[in-house]
Nanobody
Framework: QVQLAESGGGLVQAGESLRLSCAASGSFRNLNVLGWYRQVPGSERELVATVSAARSKVVADSVKGRFTITRVNVKNGESTVDLQMNNLKPEDTAVYYC?????????????WGQGTQVTVSL
């Protein structure tokens, strides 16, 4: 199993920056994917950015050039994934969720953090 603990959300003005952090812990050797999704009320959860175990990154077009995702595998059972968000815009306002995927032959399971609110005002 994987536990995800997020931190770093808050209220900022447009143009400012925030850094979200997520600590993943549990009984795993290496998580296949770590990343961030976000969701606004009434909409589906959407991908923001993910990074694979091989450090391959997927970043949403809406945040390219502004958001940077980094991943650190501390040791077996411990990893972190951070999202540096620069030049924030009001449309970035959402609840941000840390995401982890653990997969092997015949097994695939996704894990989610509790979410952290990011609010960007004009």
């Amino acid at each position: 199993q994987v536990q995800l603990a997020e931190s770093g959300g808050g209220l900022v003005q447009a143009g400012e920056s925030l850094r979200l952090s997520c600590a993943a812990s549990g009984s795993f050797r290496n998580l296949n994917v770590l990343g961030w999704y976000r969701q606004v009320p009434g909409s589906e959860r959407e991908l923001v950015a993910t990074v694979s175990a091989a450090r391959s990154k997927v970043v949403a077009d809406s945040v390219k050039g502004r958001f940077t995702i980094t991943r650190v595998n501390v040791k077996n059972g411990e990893s972190t994934v951070d999202l540096q968000m620069n030049n924030l815009k009001p449309e970035d306002t959402a609840v941000y969720y840390c995401y982890a995927l653990l997969a092997s032959v015949g097994y695939r399971e996704a894990f989610w953090g509790q979410g952290t609110q990011v609010t960007v005002s004009l």
